[in-house]
């Protein structure tokens, strides 16, 4: 375990009566885009904050480079952070806001100059070195703090909601430029956000935290297919959350009585026994809503349910749709192409058909309530 | 460990002001009420011994009236001046950026003068043969025979003078944050613009208004120069007879005394704002409490 | 709208008394009269009469003024400016008196305070004279210039100076580099504040001067008191004004002008 690049090992942090980290354990490779996803108050915060220095874990150590760097003050590790608000220091120009550390290193002027110069080209800021921070906009102040933070190569970044404070467009714009320069310098990236499309976009590994524990440690694409609790299904993107409890198991398939309908196929890749009590997660984009039934050669193999149609509301991108499928309250999304609309609108009340692929339902194992 | 060097680190930098308040503030305001407690030695000094006689004759009518003129005195002053600056804070919380700094600007710009030198401008300009004198006199408003200088009126008027900066700049402060849309609904919903002014800005500046009061109210309590230089003999404030018997009487004790009677009066005003403030905002608290967990109730049902 | 106009006639004659005492002082240090009561012609006399060598009392309180301020100023801004720091950081029961200990000088009337010290130092046998007028300043200084510097340190961003940590900084590194450059202008302000009460007080420092030790304000005092000689006060607060009305416009000058550096100051 200690050779490998930045390690959490049980770290426990306690503020008061709240246990804001719990226990956590994880691994964060070198060169890695690393993201910590959960909503405000789950403890990605602290995290970040006790590999920074900033605060002190309750018990558990924290090794980066095989090297235990727990209580080590923060001006002692070479792990800088860019500051939700930037926090670049407003009496300073941006380049003396940028030089900060290699003078700091007692790194001669030729050399601080060169290194200065060369990310300032970087950001695209080399003819703004010598305004103050106010003198700058949002994503201009956003990039200086990003290359205050890369100068002198740190082992890690750490970004804490740093595009929180950003309009949606600049955001969108920013982003690609994280990803650029993340690309470009090669350096470890851990990233805190509660916006899961940021993380989605960027990182290599997410780890998404609920109450201070990790619920889930995977890559994007797992992460939304193949969510490992509750939490995450509903945290990450939108979706329909089915309670249940599986019936019988027909070869890589099992079906599941719910409370509104009678049978739900789905795929069994946990190998789930009879008698389990599952939740399943059908994400609205999956789910077909047809005025007339599915074509008959498809009817056995998937779920196709009766529905009346509640609310309708145009979305843009595609419109969402509201329905009522024998109690169970369903949500779908309909692309907008030519393709789909070969057939006649559908409108308010407007009894149709809800369907989908056994394989588009992802079931996570509930306790019993 | 950590918790020793950030408790040094505190202390380092709380001593020094600390301990410079205490030996300097603090013991004085001891030594004054202890030495009430003693009786004045003839050489001007402090006999040892415990007495109350001090309090005893500071107790005889002639000082109640004079502390009597001085808190009524006071709250004329505070009164007028707050009156003075609602308009006043209205007028430039309403202007532009740039004429606010100008106007501010200009309010604050005597401040910079000697306080006794504008004291005594005052003394000139109600000097019998002074220029107010004659105006007042020549459109009726007074008779020729009526002093302005060396009364009441006169410590009054400078009082106002004097203070009136420090009334219009905390007001001034709070109208600045006041958002003045409020009044335009409030007119929009019919109400008068005086019902308006009264019903909806003064509440929204109550806290600037709250320490006006103080600001003012305070030194007035203290004052000495205003009473010295354009009262008279009959309109002694309390000031002037902590300096008399401070200084031409040597009395200590007796000036000791009265400091401790000031303090009296400017301390248990204080303490009332303190108190009424404490239960305006407990009630605000609970207030909001009531009102968000009816939120929440209602929102569960 | 007619209320708004209302108020600014209010504005307008309330700016009018601010102003009428400080143009009688203006006018009348050109007025030939020795009374100033009614206008006897223009004169320099009293300009003259200011320098000339009868008048050197005037000059030397002047200096003696502005030496007390300069070191309470000082010394108020190094005190106050640590206590704000420590108000603004810790909050336990040590701040919470602190706190009062800073705040009630500021609820105190000024002749309260002026008593008390001289009966310190009279029980305490120092005498009173220039010393004892600069503790005096600067325990009621420290109050104004905290309050100041606190005000501005309740805008700062403590992520600055985690920032800064976070960088490779020190404690005191970071105090010098980052903290004090952001408390500066705080720091400043609380510091002309403090520079003004002490030039211009007069109640507390009459109740701890001592023979030879008269600052200006107690100069002109005395000459209001017991000399003659009031047309020279008028030219000198004239003099006063114009040098502290050409003080603020160029503080205001210079403080609308950004510096616009070009050249390079890491080397």
């Known amino acids: ?369 | 460990m950590v918790g020793v060097r950030n408790k040094l680190r505190e202390v380092g930098l709380t001593m020094p002001s600390f301990l410079w308040l205490s030996f300097f503030f603090v013991v004085p305001t001891v030594i004054v009420l202890s030495i009430a407690f003693h009786a004045a030695s003839p050489d001007g000094g402090i006999a040892p011994g415990f007495t109350l006689a001090t309090w005893r004759s500071i107790s005889n009518p002639n000082y109640p009236a004079i502390v009597w003129r001085t808190i009524w005195i006071s709250a004329l002053t505070t009164f007028f001046c707050v009156i003075l600056s609602l308009p006043c804070a209205y007028a430039i919380a309403r202007m532009t950026t740039k004429w606010r700094a100008a106007v501010a600007g200009l309010i604050m710009l005597p401040f910079w003068t000697s306080f006794i030198v504008r004291v005594f401008a005052w003394r000139t300009l109600l000097n019998p043969e002074g220029f107010l004198q004659g105006l007042l006199s020549s459109i009726g408003i007074i008779d020729q025979s009526v002093s302005l200088n060396y009364n009441s009126g006169a410590i009054l008027v400078v009082s106002v003078y004097s203070f009136l900066p420090f009334a219009i700049m905390p007001i001034y402060a709070a109208a600045e944050k006041f958002d003045f849309s409020l009044l335009e609904a409030a007119r929009d919903l019919g109400a008068r613009s005086f019902f308006a002014f009264r019903k909806i800005f003064l509440p929204g500046v109550r806290r600037g208004v709250i320490s006006a009061v103080l600001m003012v109210f305070i030194p007035a309590i203290g004052s000495y120069v205003i009473p010295d230089l354009v009262g008279g003999t009959d309109s002694e404030l309390i000031g002037n007879k902590i300096y008399q018997r401070t200084f031409p009487d040597r009395n200590l004790p007796h000036a000791s005394a009265l400091a401790g009677l000031t303090a009296v009066a400017v301390l248990l005003p204080l303490g009332c704002v303190a108190w009424w403030m404490k239960r305006q905002d407990e009630r605000e608290a609970k207030r909001l409490a009531e009102a968000t967990s009816r939120r929440i109730s209602g929102g569960a049902a | 709208m007619k209320k708004s106009a209302f108020c600014i006639v209010i504005l307008a004659l309330v700016l009018v008394f601010l102003y009428l005492p400080i143009f009688v002082l203006v006018g009348n240090s050109f007025n030939a009269a020795k009374f100033g009561g009614e206008w006897a012609g223009f004169t320099f006399d009293w300009y003259a009469a200011l320098f000339s060598p009868r008048n050197r009392e005037i000059w030397m309180s002047f200096k003696r003024s502005l030496l007390v301020a300069a070191i309470a100023t000082v010394v108020s801004c190094v005190l106050g400016t640590t206590a704000a720091m420590a108000l603004n950081k810790w909050k336990g029961r040590l701040q919470t008196v602190h706190f009062g200990l800073i705040y009630t000088p500021l609820v105190v009337p000024e002749i309260l305070m002026g008593i008390s010290l001289l009966m310190m130092f009279a029980s305490l046998k120092i005498p009173c004279g220039l010393l004892t007028i600069i503790i005096a300043h600067i325990t009621f200084c420290i109050s104004y210039v905290t309050m100041t510097v606190l005000a501005r340190l309740q805008d700062f961003d403590d992520r600055i100076t985690e920032a800064a940590y976070d960088l490779g900084a020190g404690g005191l590194y970071t105090f010098f580099h980052v903290t004090l450059p952001i408390l500066m202008p705080g720091i400043v302000a609380g510091g002309l504040l403090a520079f003004t009460l002490s030039i211009d007080d007069f109640v507390i420092t009459f109740f701890v001067t001592g023979p030879g030790a008269d600052t200006l304000p107690l100069k002109i005092y005395s000459m209001i008191k017991h000399s003659r000689q009031m047309p020279v006060i008028n030219s000198l607060s004239t003099i006063m004004l114009v040098l502290t009305c050409l003080l603020v416009g160029v503080s205001r000058i210079v403080a609308n002008h950004r510096p616009h550096r070009h050249l390079k100051t890491t080397k």
């Open chain 1, 1 to 369: 375990m200690k050779d490998d690049f930045l390690v959490f090992d049980h770290v426990t942090k306690r503020f008061g009566a709240l246990t804001a980290v719990n226990d956590v354990s994880l691994t964060v490779n070198r060169g890695e885009f690393f993201s910590l996803l959960g909503p405000s108050g789950c403890g990605k915060t602290t995290l970040l904050r006790m590999l920074g220095g900033f605060e002190r874990p309750d018990s558990g150590r924290i090794y980066l480079e095989g090297k235990d760097i727990t209580d080590l003050p923060p001006n002692r590790r070479r792990v800088h952070t860019v500051f939700q608000n930037y926090a670049l220091f407003p009496t300073m120009t941006i380049w003396d806001n940028i030089a900060f550390s290699l003078k700091l290193a007692h790194m001669d002027g030729k050399e601080i100059e060169e290194k200065v110069e060369e990310i300032l080209e970087m950001i695209q800021m080399s003819d703004q070195a010598w305004k103050y921070p106010s003198q700058l906009s949002g994503g201009q102040k956003q990039r200086v703090a990003i290359a205050r933070a890369l100068v002198d190569r740190p082992q890690v970044l750490l970004l804490d909601e740093p595009l929180a404070a950003l309009d949606l467009k600049l955001r969108q714009h920013m982003l690609l430029e994280l990803d650029t320069i993340h690309d470009q310098v090669g350096i470890t990236f851990l990233y805190v956000t509660h916006d899961q499309g940021e993380a989605m976009s960027l990182s290599d590994r997410i780890a998404v935290i609920n109450r201070g524990k990790i619920e889930q440690l995977d890559g994007p694409a797992k992460i939304y297919e193949a969510p490992a609790s509750r939490f995450v299904a509903s945290f990450i993107g939108d979706t329909n959350f089915i309670s249940g409890e599986i019936v019988s198991v027909e070869g890589d398939y099992c079906f599941i009585k719910t409370d509104g309908f009678a049978q739900i196929k789905a795929f069994n890749d946990k190998n789930l026994a009879t008698g389990q009590r599952v939740g399943l997660s059908v994400r609205p984009e999956k789910i077909r809503v047809t005025l007339s039934p599915p074509p008959p050669e498809k009817g056995a193999a998937i779920n196709v349910f009766p529905s009346t149609v509640k609310d309708i509301v145009y979305q843009g991108v595609y419109t969402k749709y509201w329905l009522d499928a024998n109690g169970v309250r369903i949500s779908a999304l309909k692309p907008h192409s030519r393709f789909l609309l070969d057939q006649e609108a559908i409108t308010w009340n407007d009894k149709v058909f809800v369907w989908w692929h056994p394989d588009d339902g992802y079931m996570v194992e509930e306790d019993d309530v």
